[in-house]
């Protein structure tokens, strides 16, 4: 089992930008696919990005492409979701999770995922 904790969120204009990052333990980080979601109030978890085991591909939600950016750094054990002109309708809050398969290519839905951080708040305020 990893365990995965999320830290950069905060409060935020429309336009600015946010870091995120999310440290793992306790399992072999670079073997597995890792992604992020997010989740507002009353609404269900949804997929934001994810990035290849290796590091090679990535994929993105259409309401984040071309805004966000995921990258990871298999030395430090980390994956990071750079956020750039963030709009209101990004706030929530944001969860990475590490894929429960060894070296999927790629993983978008919340059930290909098993272990999941304890989220960091992103608000963007109008």
């Known amino acids: 089992q990893v365990q995965l904790v999320e830290s950069g969120g905060g409060l935020v204009q429309a336009g600015g930008s946010l870091r995120l990052s999310c440290a793992a333990s306790?399992?072999?980080?670079?073997?597995?696919?890792m992604g992020w979601f997010r989740q507002a109030p009353g609404k269900e978890r949804e997929f934001v990005s994810t990035?290849?085991?290796?590091?090679?591909?990535?994929y993105y939600a259409d309401s984040v492409k071309g805004r966000f950016a995921i990258s990871r750094d298999n030395a430090k054990n980390t994956v990071y979701l750079q956020m750039n002109s963030l709009k209101p309708e990004d706030t929530a809050i944001y969860y990475c999770?590490?894929?429960?398969?060894?070296?999927?290519?790629?993983?978008?839905?919340?059930?290909?995922?098993?272990?999941w951080g304890q989220g960091t708040q992103v608000t963007v305020s109008s």
């Open positions: 999770a590490s894929d429960k398969v060894f070296k999927r290519w790629v993983a978008t839905r919340v059930n290909e995922y098993g272990s």
């Open positions: 990035i290849m085991w290796t590091g090679g591909s990535t």
């Open positions: 306790g399992r072999t980080f670079s073997g597995y696919a």
